[in-house]
C-alpha cells in the first residue's frame, strides 16, 4: 500500500505535494510528500504508528515556528499537531493544553482565569508541543519554570512524565532524546489579577515589536545562546548586522535575527548561517549553534 492510501485509512485530513513556505513561519521550504492534520491525539498516535510500521519517515510539527524547511522539502510523512488545540483549566490553579495549542492562546485563556506566569509565553510564536520539546523561553522565564507535567507517547504506551523526569535544560528536554510524541503538558500556575496579567502581556509585547523584526518573516532567534555571551552581541560585534545573501538578512534591528525580506530560500538562508558561524569563530572563537531545527537536508 502507498504512503497515501495508508494516510487515507485512517480517515485524518491531509494534503499532497504541499509546499512548506504556506506553513512556516520562515516561509520558506519545499513541498511535503504528505502533510497530515490530526484532531486528536488517537489519530495523532494513529499515524505514528502507521509510519512506524511501514518505515515511512515522519516528522512533527507545531504550527511551523523555529524551523527552516529545506528548498527540496520533506520526505514522508509531516504532521501538523495545531489543530490538536484543546485546553482546560484543572483545580488548584491549574491548566491542561494539548501539544497544538499556540502559546499565545495558553496565555491568554491563563490571563482570562486570573492564572499568573505565562505572561513572557504570550509572544511567544509555536505551539505548547514545540515549547516543551526545545524548553522555550523569554525574558527571564522557559516553559519548564511552569510546567508540572507532560503526557507522551513513547514506547508504545502513553506515559506522564513530571518536570524533574522531562530533563528540561537550556533549550533541551527529554522529547529531543528519543522517538516519543509530546501529547499534551499541565502548568502549574498562581492566583494573579488578570488587569495586572494583561498590563504584563502588552508591556513585553511592547517591548517586542520595539526591538524584534516582527515585519518580517523569520523563525525567531536563530541561534543558541553560547555560554558567558550573546549570539546577538556577537553577531553585531563581528559587523554582520544587515549583513544578506539575497532575500535572506541578518536582522538590522536585532542581530540574533535571521529575516525573509521576501523571496529568501532555504539556501540563501543557510549560506548566510555558515558565513555568520564563520565570521564569529574566527573574530571570538565561539561557535554558534543553530536554535532553528533545519529539517529536509
Known amino acids: ?5 495508508l494516510i487515507e485509512s485512517l480517515q485524518v485530513d491531509f494534503l499532497t505535494d504541499e509546499p512548506m513556505s504556506r506553513h512556516t513561519s520562515f516561509k520558506i521550504g519545499g513541498p511535503a510528500d504528505i502533510l497530515a492534520m490530526p484532531k486528536t491525539s488517537d489519530e495523532l498516535i494513529k499515524i ?6 511501514q518505515n515511512i519517515p515522519i516528522t512533527i510539527l507545531g ?3 523555529n524551523v527552516l524547511v529545506a528548498d527540496t522539502g520533506i520526505r514522508g510523512v509531516v504532521v501538523f499537531t495545531n489543530k490538536m488545540n484543546d485546553m482546560e483549566i484543572l483545580e488548584g490553579e491549574k491548566i491542561r493544553a494539548q501539544s497544538g495549542a499556540r502559546l499565545s492562546a495558553l496565555a491568554e485563556k491563563a490571563c482570562k482565569s486570573t492564572l499568573a506566569g505565562l505572561a513572557f509565553a504570550s509572544g511567544i510564536p509555536g505551539t505548547v508541543g514545540g515549547a516543551i520539546y526545545m524548553n522555550a523561553g523569554a525574558y527571564g522565564h ?8 507532560v503526557t507522551l507517547f513513547a514506547n508504545g504506551e502513553v506515559v506522564t512524565k513530571t518536570n524533574a523526569e522531562m530533563q528540561f535544560g537550556y533549550r533541551k528536554s527529554l522529547a529531543q532524546t528519543g522517538e516519543m510524541l509530546i501529547l499534551d503538558a499541565t502548568f502549574q500556575l498562581s492566583q494573579g489579577d488578570t488587569d495586572q496579567i494583561r498590563e504584563e502581556m502588552k508591556d513585553l509585547n511592547a517591548r517586542r515589536r520595539k526591538t524584534q523584526p516582527l515585519e518580517y518573516h523569520s523563525a525567531g532567534s536563530f541561534f543558541k545562546r ?3 555571551h550573546f549570539a546577538g552581541k556577537l553577531i553585531q560585534d563581528s559587523g554582520l548586522k544587515g549583513f544578506a545573501v539575497n532575500d535572506a538578512q541578518v536582522s538590522e534591528k ?12 532555504a539556501a540563501d538562508v543557510l549560506a548566510l548561517m555558515q558565513h555568520v558561524q564563520q565570521k564569529v569563530y574566527n573574530d571570538f572563537k565561539v561557535h554558534l549553534e543553530p536554535e532553528v531545527r533545519i529539517l529536509g537536508l
Not at 1 to 5: F, G, N, S
Not at 142 to 149: A, G, L, Q, R, V
Open 1 to 5: 500500500m502507498t504512503p497515501i492510501k
Open 48 to 53: 505514528w504508528n502507521t509510519c512506524k510500521s
Open 63 to 65: 504550527d511551523g515556528a
Open 142 to 149: 522557559d516553559i519548564k519554570d511552569f510546567c508540572e507535567s
Open 226 to 228: 553560547p555560554e558567558g
Open 254 to 265: 536585532h542581530a540574533g535575527f535571521v529575516v525573509n525580506k521576501g523571496s529568501a530560500t
